[in-house]
C-alpha cells in the first residue's frame, strides 16, 4: 500500500476533485512531484519555482510536522499520511 497525500479543499478542483491520493514514493518530495506529475494544475498552486513545497503550505507526515527544506529527505513508508495544510501565521 503506497502512502497517501491529503490536499486541502482549496485544491481539490485542481487535483481532479480529489483531496486524497494515493502515491508510491520514497520521500515527501517525490510524492509531491509524483502528484504533480498526475495533476499538472497543481504544479504552481503546490510546489515553488524550485520544486519545493509553496511558502503558503506546510506538511505532516502521520500528524507531525516536516520542515520545509527536508522534505526530499523526509521517507515515506506504505500506509503514511503525508497531509499539506494552509500555513498559518500567529501574532
Given at each position: 500500500m503506497p502512502a497517501t497525500v491529503r490536499l486541502p479543499?482549496?485544491?481539490g478542483p485542481y487535483a481532479g476533485g480529489s483531496l486524497d491520493a494515493a502515491v508510491p514514493a520514497a520521500t515527501a518530495g517525490e510524492a509531491l512531484r509524483a502528484l504533480v506529475?498526475?495533476?499538472p494544475g497543481l504544479?504552481?498552486?503546490?510546489?515553488d519555482a524550485r520544486?519545493?513545497?509553496a511558502s503558503?503550505?506546510?506538511a505532516f507526515r502521520?500528524?507531525?510536522?516536516?520542515?520545509?527544506a527536508g522534505?526530499?529527505?523526509?521517507?515515506l513508508a506504505d500506509g503514511d499520511l503525508l497531509e499539506i495544510v494552509p500555513a498559518a501565521?500567529?501574532?
Amino acid at each position: 500500500m503506497p502512502a497517501t497525500v491529503r490536499l486541502p479543499g482549496f485544491l481539490g478542483p485542481y487535483a481532479g476533485g480529489s483531496l486524497d491520493a494515493a502515491v508510491p514514493a520514497a520521500t515527501a518530495g517525490e510524492a509531491l512531484r509524483a502528484l504533480v506529475r498526475r495533476h499538472p494544475g497543481l504544479g504552481v498552486r503546490l510546489l515553488d519555482a524550485r520544486g519545493g513545497l509553496a511558502s503558503h503550505l506546510a506538511a505532516f507526515r502521520n500528524g507531525s510536522a516536516l520542515p520545509r527544506a527536508g522534505l526530499d529527505e523526509t521517507p515515506l513508508a506504505d500506509g503514511d499520511l503525508l497531509e499539506i495544510v494552509p500555513a498559518a501565521a500567529g501574532g
